[in-house]
């Protein structure tokens, strides 16, 4: 009796430990991001950080909004391609694959998932880029960055769908069989609805990862700072912002760099307040 | 004992934990150099500092950048022991000895298949600024210029708006790249592409068989040995500075850095070492 009430104690404890941290850890990103970034907040007004005519640090203008632009078209892009793609091959493998070809398809959305970044962002520079460019050049543009996020998103949407898909009761199924609902009408009234909550959860990653990468999308989306216009403009992202000038950014240059990553935050922050508060609202 | 009152001292535990390994006072070295300034020369010298550091125990080196004239500035007023500085000194610098580690110098790159074989300074500022932007008017194929840009801070491309006399926000670029490397793959991605990388960096790869090519300037080849002669007009030295005659620690550490054991870790940065020891 002693001892079980002594290992929950001890488990408590160590539990709470491992969630103070984590906690801890967002916190003092969050303080040093604001640390970082205040010797500007302090002399630049923000509404500078989106009036300005344009980005060019050096020369004293700081104008984020074509890179916040440019991050949520590639994001939303992403998104857009490999939400379906995803959810789509999630319900392939559950319920119409045949077990041999199931396994296999899994096992490839999981290789998918493996391979890094900058692996997809070389073959995008090298492959991808001069495909673009005889569409149109100059090749590297927003078109190339939605299509490399949404390779390495879909692995993310496919196998969280898929998750939650095997784990609908058996009951509800057997259920809707007995209730003579056809395949895709026992799919999209009982399994998706029953499931959406992890469906939820694995777009809320996958967009979280488009929001943030970095590498890939800064070999293939031409970092020009610009809105684009069409989808073979070139783009920069608030991520590549400042993987691209960090290394050599002095001064205020430096600082606003931060201020861009605070940017960044503040909106994967939005985005799955949002996400959170829509999955909340439909279910009441 | 209620669980939210657990979870306090949790984390009163943890935030002192955290500081107390945050505020670990680094153990103060004897030996200690100070070297500051260009951030170009930084992460060279930093590696050099590194392998010196593991051959002298107890030598403690600390790199830190923020510019050349910062370097100039720590070592007139004695805060560094050694200044970087990534151009060569100014007439009214005379109260300072420089020591040339290596020589950077950068050049315009396209394309192997691009027919254009040179480039005048016109016209390499009419592409850039976007008035010129088909090949055909600088004598090429019936093509649209991909222009390629570095992105805002770095060393090259500031070197190269100053010898074009440039400003970057005159400059329309359509690609932004970082370092040398992305810049070449992209420029061998596209056959219309115009891009301005290392001179050292360009020979690595064209050696290894990439389809990109160097442009001369004003006539002189771009090679590195034209860098290392210092002909080739879009160069520059990469100096060591210090007050007159450099003594103990200081000396040691540039003796070894313009000494041959450290000409694979220039050569690692695509600069051209010149030491003569």
Do not use: C
Request: net charge neutral; charged share 15%; hydrophobic share 50%.
């Amino acid at each position: 009796m002693f001892r079980s009430v002594f290992t929950d104690t001890l488990l408590r404890w160590v539990l709470q430990a491992g969630a103070v941290v984590s906690a801890l850890v967002m916190a003092m990103i969050m303080l040093f991001l604001l640390s970082e970034s205040w010797p500007v907040l302090q002399h630049l007004s923000l509404a500078q950080f989106l009036t300005d005519s344009s980005w060019h640090p050096l020369e004293g203008s700081y104008n984020l909004t074509p890179m916040l632009s440019g991050t949520l078209y590639a994001s939303m892009g992403a998104l857009l391609l490999a939400v379906p793609l995803g959810i789509a091959s999630a319900i392939f493998i559950v319920y119409y694959a045949s077990p041999r070809s199931a396994l296999l398809y899994r096992r490839l959305i999981e290789l998918l998932a493996g391979i890094p970044s900058v692996v997809f962002g070389f073959w995008g520079l090298t492959t991808l880029v001069p495909l673009v460019n005889q569409l149109h050049p100059p090749g590297a543009s927003l078109l190339a960055g939605i299509l490399v996020l949404t390779l390495m998103i879909l692995p993310t949407i496919a196998l969280m769908t898929y998750a939650a898909l095997i784990a609908v009761p058996d009951e509800y199924i057997r259920s809707a069989a007995a209730l003579g609902l056809s395949g895709w009408s026992m799919i999209r009234g009982v399994a998706l609805p029953a499931a959406r909550t992890g469906i939820v959860a694995g777009i809320v990653l996958a967009a979280g990862r488009a929001l943030g990468e970095t590498m890939a999308v800064l070999m293939v989306a031409g970092n020009v700072v610009q809105h684009a216009d069409s989808l073979f403009d070139p783009i920069r992202t608030l991520a590549a912002n400042i993987a691209l000038e960090m290394a050599y950014a002095m001064g205020d240059h430096r600082a606003v760099l931060f201020v861009s990553g605070l940017m960044l935050m503040l909106l994967v922050m939005t985005l799955s307040g949002l996400a959170g508060w829509l999955g909340k609202k439909s279910y009441a | 004992m209620h669980p939210s009152k657990q979870g306090w001292g949790f984390f009163a535990a943890v935030v002192m934990i955290a500081f107390i390994v945050l505020a670990n006072p680094g153990s103060a070295a004897s030996n200690k150099l100070v070297i500051t300034g260009s951030s170009t020369v930084a992460p060279l010298v930093g590696e050099i500092a590194r392998r010196f550091e593991s051959r002298n125990p107890g030598v403690r080196i600390d790199v830190q950048t923020g510019g050349s004239s910062r370097g100039i500035y720590d070592v007139r007023n004695g805060v560094a022991d050694i200044g970087m500085v990534s151009r060569a000194l100014k007439p009214d610098e005379t109260d300072l000895q420089a020591f040339t580690l290596a020589m950077d110098g950068i050049s315009m790159i396209l394309h192997a298949s691009n027919p254009v074989e040179a480039l005048n300074q016109q016209q390499v500022v009419d592409i850039y600024s976007g008035r010129v932007s088909n090949w055909k008017s600088v004598g090429g194929r019936n093509a649209r210029i991909t222009v390629v840009n570095k992105a805002e801070g770095r060393s090259t491309l500031t070197l190269f708006l100053d010898y074009f006399s440039l400003k970057n926000s005159e400059i329309k670029p359509h690609i932004v790249i970082g370092d040398n490397p992305q810049g070449i793959k992209t420029i061998a991605g596209n056959a219309n592409a115009i891009g301005y990388v290392s001179i050292g960096a360009a020979e690595f790869e064209i050696n290894y068989g990439v389809p990109v090519k160097l442009l001369p300037l004003d006539r002189v080849d771009a090679s590195v040995d034209t860098v290392r002669r210092g002909i080739f007009p879009l160069s520059r030295p990469l100096n060591l500075i210090s007050r007159p005659a450099p003594q103990g620690l200081a000396k040691e550490f540039i003796d070894f850095a313009r000494s041959t054991q450290v000409h694979d870790l220039i050569e690692a940065q695509y600069y051209v070492p010149v030491s003569i020891h």
